[in-house]
């Protein structure tokens, strides 16, 4: 097996060799289409030949030399920036539809002009989906007088625009959106009862920036259009979170193996039935009551304060596990956002009628070319492969990657870690020589600052606290005598200059060794720790890595790491790190065993809404041809039917999802979740057409043919009043619904109550 998966690794080393001397070839060519001696209109001359060539469909690969020739010449003369060959040679990838690794620091954002520009010329409009709406802006100021002299038209979307604000952005030749607000308009579009309140146009080519965070981190979040919220029942939410909290971990319940779920034992369910006065919780008139009860002491055991959200303004704010920020608009589903509303003595808002839903993943697939940029994607790249048909081509650093990565320091608790990171820190900022620290959550960032105050050593705090604040902290993070606190970087999106970009700063601090990575904990996903080394380092400065862990981290207590080690180092509080090399094996080999499982876990939410997502598309298309007025009705019978095909698609989605709270039922009937729930909303699905046409024609008999918007207004045939949109935290889904959580003992005792109780006449509590 070794052997085999070595030829393979050497194959698609020698693959990458080939495709990066072919860039090489034709970047050289690029650079000998020198045009400095061309003014301003031969060059804008040249951008409208090469528009009408491709409108007259000449293919784009024949004009790749002359259109990146152009763009590097553009973009010395407007903001004076000489794209490196290794950009060139990225640009190029980017357009053969490749998902590109390229250095933090290695200029991504210039790189996507090219193909942006190229995939233009077309018409047909260019979407660069970025991470956040600060960076859509941003790129497309940046980047948009290279575009705007060569005759193309850009903008950026920004959250909260207006629908003609909004239109005008997506008509432009190139679009600068984040992921989500393109998703969200795609699902206002969805619902919209007139052509002319739609602002996407027909998808053609996307680039996706940091790649990884949203093809793989935050591709099954399923993005919801709703109608106005309601509030929840507060006093039924308070029940079960005294339930929960009167029951005792391994006493009344168990983990599984990853402590990503918890489930109940046999005594504990017999002392929530009690408490509840239920009867067999497990009877299927009682599935309401076990799923609040399951989403209770989720809550309650699993979701901690300050590491997976944060209370802020009497609100529950949702923390994003990869970026250690505040995730805006971010929902658990109904159930455990109420029991977590619950636990903290909130009130929480039911989520409304959902009128659409779409995943990452899914409205991605909609652009018929996609291609993607990050610094961290080879660590995927047989993931990125299975569900994007997406390969990874590793780009070379424009200069050598110098930066030194220290072997991890080990510690036996965390006592000693936090006492050696705070000496450290000390030690090396007395240099003056800037410090990045990246932490696991908000509270350890907390308690960090704290330390480092105490010990006199002033840092910046960035966490999801205060992250409007980030760009500027991250921006000054490389000058002299910075230290600067953070929680995960993935998404960031800003440059660490040495210096803060002042030279001679920066020559000092280089002189000094460059910026100073430390992190505090390793991640579940080593994408997520080669980002943070990853600041330190770009375009060949000096640089320096390490992380500092201890056996009584997350990570390491909850595969048992620790037991890697003989007893005479576990059992031994002291301060020095440990010199046994077996451990970073042992959890650089954890780290690939719970990206295999994440992967998995992704694959299985794909089998629940992948179906969901066909039979939107079918019909979607039905429905699109109907506003489009390629089916061929009169304007009532359009109101009619658009109306009733959105009335009846949301009643199916509150179907599917009350199918999918309680599915994971069927394994004690020995049936397949999965099969059952295709099965399922298989046959709720083939019952919508026919309830859409009895209902269309039940309500043109009332219209009596009239065309009247005020008759339309008068039987409620318009749209929601209000909508919002939000995001579900989808995987609590699957770790509350796993079939797994229902290990043999859990199934042993539902069989005891529900067979031996009335032999043995027990008690029904």
Known sequence: MNLAVKLMREFKDRDTRIKLKGYRHKAELIRKRNLEAWDDQRLQAESLRLKKEAESGTPLDELLVDAYALVCEAAKRTLGLQPYDVQIMAAIALHEGFLIEQHTGEGKTLSAVMPAYLNALTGEGVHVLTFNDYLAHRDAKWMGPIYRFLGLTVKSVQAGM????????????????????AGFDYLRDTIALDEADTVHRPFHYVIVDEADSLLLDEARVPLVIAGEPGSSNKSYGIRFAEV??????????????????????????????????????YESHNSHLLSSLNCALHAESLLKKDVDYIVRDGKIELIDEYTGRVAENRHLPDGLQAALAAKEGLQSLAGGKILGTITLQHFLSLYPKICGMTATALASAMEFE???????????????????????????????KLKALVQEISSVHRTGRPILIGTSSVGESDMLAEALAAADIPCHVLNAKNDAKEA??????????????????????????????NPTQAE????????????????????????LRGRSGRQGDPGASVFFVSLEDELIL?????????????????????????LYSKITHIQRVIMGQNFHIRQELNCYSDMVEEQRRILYEERLRILKGETKVGPSE??????????FWAEHLAYVSYIRESIHLSKLANRNPIDEFHTQIIQAYEQIPAKVNRAYSNMLAKLG??????????????????????IINDQYMEYLQNPGSWNPGTIIAYWIRKVLRPVFGWSEF
């Open 162 to 181: 207006g629908l003609s604000e909004k239109r005008e952005a997506y008509a432009a030749d190139i679009t600068y959106v984040t992921a989500k607000e």
């Open 705 to 726: 043919g009239s065309n009247d918007p005020a008759k339309w207004e008068e039987f409620g045939l318009k749209s929601p009043t209000s909508t919002w949109t939000y």
């Open 386 to 416: 299975s569900i994007y048909a997406l390969q990874v081509v590793q780009i070379p650093p424009n200069r050598p990657n110098i930066r030194i990565d220290h072997p991890h320091r080990i510690y036996t608790h965390k006592e000693a």
């Open 244 to 281: 929960a909290g009167q029951l005792k971990q391994d006493e009344h319940y168990d983990f599984d193996e990853f402590k990503r779920n918890v489930y109940l034992n046999e005594a504990g369910s017999a002392k929530a039935e009690s408490l509840l006065g239920c009867g067999n919780l």
């Open 558 to 582: 909850q595969f048992g790491i620790d037991k890697a080690i003989p007893p005479m180092y576990r059992d031994l509080r002291q301060e020095e790190a440990l010199g046994e090399s077996v």
């Open 472 to 501: 500027e902290i991250i921006a000054k993070a490389g000058e002299i005598g910075a230290v600067t606190v953070s929680t995960n970087m993935a998404g960031r999106g800003v440059d660490i200059r040495l210096g803060g970009g």
């Open 638 to 647: 359009q109101r009619v039917r658009l109306y009733y095909i959105d009335k």
């Open 508 to 531: 000092v601090v280089a002189k000094l060794g460059g910026l100073y990575v430390i992190g505090t904990h390793m991640h579940e996903s080593v994408r997520i720790d080669n980002q």
